[in-house]
């Protein structure tokens, strides 16, 4: 099964099915006995792929993990029932702190497009903001990664001045510390972690900074002029492009989450659980690092470039001679 | 976790009796991938070169960093719980980075890296 260009996905992550059986599990719950059909046919889940998730969901509960803690699932014939187990019907009870991240999320849900001002979320929210002490529309201070001390102020400086920055930066994918002047366009949260967005006149491109990989920033004079197509370009995810070397590994099931944790072009599954997967290498210590990690958990069995074929072992006999040699 | 309130009396110090404190999780602080682990805690000893040692000074903080060396190059302390997600860790680094103590957290690190180029 390929995960090539117009094919379909070929696996599903496991964010992909907590967020499936999330939405699922409360509408099973509400009906009375829908048949698969009609679940699949909501959900847009293959009959298949929904009885897996039915599977993983009788095994779902709270420590110790006996019959009576675990989500009860009753297939007959073609209908489904489930049951809560007891304790998902006591009181939600929540710490403030725990609240409140919830206020948060759902206000920014609530943000999207096509989010209903007046739904059940909707209400949910305002009640909980009510007992809190809180309004859902008020902007909420979230720290993310560490960053050191005047980097990310001199970066959002940057920005906002339009001024070029020169920054000092340890590019962990090429594992070399440089100093580079950027054209800052934003400062950009992403999965946990700050990230500057800007044109690179070292790299001759735009390109990506995570910010506690930043070691200094220093704001220059110049003026940063940017054209009416780069706000546009910066929207775009930058992507490995066709002309990166690629390289085709086999991987144990034990490294299953490369696949969910790298962009990957093609993934075919293999007798055993290993799979066979095509992948992008845009700086070689990158590819190094993954293979010196999985070991004999994974092999190149293509390379475009024959240096990227050799180079697990290239970089572990690099590592066994720094231990040798002290 | 025992409520102050519950206490009956006072609570008295027994200075003849020494322990040491075990490496747990605790709700609400992040743990590390080589905390995430039932093992015995052990204390490692890592040297990072100096080109990456902001990054694993930043990463860990400074209270991790046992030695800074003349050229830049620093020795960070972790506790481990996790051999496997330690060595992988570590490995990151390449060859900018060494186990330095335990023996055989280092010994681990070399028989992981002769296996593999043994494979080849």
């Not at chain 1, 993954?290 to 970089?315: E, H, I, K, Q, Y």
Request: aromatic content about 6%.
């Amino acid at each position: 099964v390929s995960r090539g260009q117009g094919a379909p996905p070929a696996r599903t992550s496991a964010s992909d099915r907590v967020a499936r059986l999330l939405a699922v599990i409360p509408w099973i719950a509400a009906h009375d006995g829908p048949t698969l059909g009609e679940i699949s046919e909501r959900f847009g889940v293959p009959r298949r792929k929904l009885l897996e998730d039915l599977e993983v969901l009788m095994m779902v509960g709270v420590p110790p993990y006996t019959p009576d803690t675990l989500i009860d699932v009753t297939i007959e014939g073609d209908r489904v029932w489930l049951r809560f187990a007891d304790v998902f019907a006591r009181p939600l009870h929540l710490t403030p702190e725990q609240g409140l991240a919830l206020v948060v999320a759902g206000a920014a849900s609530q943000g999207l497009p096509g989010a209903d001002d007046t739904g059940p979320l909707a209400t949910a929210l305002g009640k909980l903001a009510g007992v809190l002490g809180v309004d859902p529309a008020e902007a909420v201070s979230v720290t993310l990664g560490e960053t050191r001390p005047g980097v990310l102020e001199a970066l959002r400086t940057a920005v906002a001045d339009r001024r070029r920055v020169r920054i000092d930066y340890y590019a962990y994918g090429r594992d070399e510390r440089t100093t580079r002047e950027v054209d800052p366009h934003a400062v950009v949260a992403h999965q946990g972690a700050w990230y500057l967005r800007g044109y690179c006149h070292m790299a001759r491109d735009r390109r990506l900074f995570r910010v506690d990989r930043v070691v200094d920033a220093v704001v220059l004079d110049s003026a940063v002029e940017r054209g009416p197509d780069e706000a546009d370009a910066d929207a775009a995810p930058i992507e490995l492009g066709p002309d990166v070397p690629r390289v085709t590994l086999e991987v144990a099931p034990s490294a299953a989450w490369v696949t969910e944790t790298y962009p990957v072009d093609e993934v075919t599954e293999l007798e055993g659980g290993w799979m066979r997967l095509r992948l992008g290498v845009a700086a070689t210590p990158w590819l190094e690092r993954l293979l010196v990690r999985l070991g004999r958990d994974a092999r190149v069995v293509a390379a475009d470039d024959p240096a990227l074929a050799a180079a697990g072992t290239s970089a572990a006999g690099r590592i066994l001679a720094r231990y040798r040699s002290s | 976790v025992f409520r102050l309130d519950r206490f009956d009396g006072p609570a008295e110090v027994l200075h003849d009796r020494r322990f040491e404190r075990p490496t747990v999780a605790v709700p609400g602080v992040r743990l590390e991938p080589w905390q995430l682990g039932e093992g015995e805690a052990t204390r490692a000893r890592v040297l990072v070169d100096a080109p990456q040692a902001p990054w694993i000074v930043q990463h860990l903080g400074p209270g991790a960093v046992e030695e800074e060396r003349p050229d830049g190059s620093v020795v960070v302390t972790m506790t481990v719980t996790n051999r496997e997600n330690f060595r992988s860790f570590v490995l990151t680094f390449l060859d900018h980075a060494e186990v330095l103590a335990p023996a055989d957290l280092r010994a681990d690190v070399v028989a992981w890296l002769e296996d593999q180029v043994a494979a080849a």
